[in-house]
């Protein structure tokens, strides 16, 4: 013979109907003589009234055309674009750090760093390109400095 | 299903017609955002039309369909608490229209309706989603168990927690 307490662990299996008989038989012996848990079983009975009277939540007026629209993409195949953006994270962070390393290797390994005066005979020696296109005339007066620049780097 | 993978597009669209409105009003008191919960049964779909030639009769249709459909609405849901979103703010009942002006029987059943969807939104995934397969959808307890991947037993646990929660909390006084 089980206690109110037991009882009461099995009201929900017994109102959804999975029960094993013996413990219903059992459980429909005890009820007429406990006020206790016909009062339970009568709270669930309530609530699964109104559990049932829930109105349900209706699908969008569109949401078969959308789901059309999503397959037909999803057949398309993956655009550039999204292919691009599936590339792991991981292997971001790794491209991003090899471009990172290669950059620091080929500033590491190339020419030393021009000084502001390299800069400003850069500076002098574009001008003169712009100057000799518009004047081939010019073009003598280049050689000279180019030779004064040598004998200056000399 | 067996039609569906024989390539018959119109067994899918019978599945699919069938199949929404349940799915749907499911997914919809399992994740706080309605428009999501719709994406997520179009996922659902999605996913079971691109495996349909893969599909072996093992269990029903509608477990198949309930488990693609949890475990995408507990990763939703993940995602949300990670975003420190609240579940399910915007109960069902508060999006329907007012009651005709007089209907007092109405307006109490609105009532009742909403501190229920309320209570439900706050109790825990699986006891949640546990007593919707039970009470909405009308799923076994063997059913429910391989919908969530537990014992029958533990769904006879869930359903009889959720069940005590939602009482207790429509015990309490309204604030």
Redesign the interface.
């Known amino acids: 013979m089980k206690g109110c307490e037991a009882y009461n ?1 099995e ?3 017994y109102i ?1 109907g ?1 029960l094993d008989p013996r413990t219903s038989e059992l459980l429909q012996a005890h009820l007429p003589g406990c006020g206790a848990c016909t009062g339970a079983l009568g ?2 009975e309530s ?2 009234h ?11 007026p569109q ?2 055309a ?2 059309w629209a ?2 037909a993409r ?1 057949e398309e195949g993956p655009s550039w674009r999204e292919r691009w953006f599936r590339v792991p994270r991981l292997a971001w962070v790794a491209g991003g750090a090899a471009l990172a390393v290669g950059l620091a290797l080929l500033v590491s390994l190339g020419d030393p760093a021009l000084s502001a005066q390299d800069w400003a005979i850069v500076a002098d020696a574009e001008g003169f390109d712009l100057v000799l296109e518009a004047d081939p005339e010019l073009l003598a007066a280049l050689d000279v400095l180019e030779s004064w620049r040598g004998s200056e780097e000399l | 299903m067996l039609q569906v993978r024989g390539g018959d597009r119109r067994a899918f669209e019978a599945l ?2 069938r199949y ?2 349940p799915l ?2 499911f997914l ?2 399992m994740v706080p955002e ?1 428009a999501r ?2 994406e997520l ?2 996922e659902v ?2 996913r079971i ?2 495996a349909r030639d893969r599909y072996e009769p093992r269990a029903r249709f509608s477990t198949w369909l309930f488990s693609i459909a949890h475990n995408l609405a507990l990763n939703e849901l993940s995602r949300s608490y990670r975003k420190r979103e609240r579940p399910l703010e915007d109960p ?2 508060e999006r ?1 229209q007012d009651p005709q002006p007089g209907a007092e029987q109405r307006l109490e ?1 609105k009532r ?2 909403r501190a ?2 309320a209570a439900l939104a706050r109790l825990p995934e699986r006891q949640r989603a546990a ?1 919707l397969l ?3 959808q009308g799923l ?2 063997a059913e429910i168990a391989d919908v969530l991947d537990a014992s029958s037993a533990s769904v ?1 646990s869930l ?2 927690r959720a ?1 005590e929660s ?2 207790a909390r ?1 015990d309490e006084p309204e604030s």
């Open positions: 662990h009201l929900d299996a959804d999975e709270r669930r609530l699964e109104v559990l049932r009277s829930l109105p349900p939540v209706q699908p969008s949401f078969e959308r789901f999503r397959v999803a | 699919f017609r929404t409105p749907v009003n919809a008191r309605r919960a719709e049964a179009q779909f999605l039309y691109q069902v009942v329907m059943g009742a309706a229920i969807e007593l039970r009470v909405e076994g307890y006879k359903i009889h069940r939602l009482l429509l």
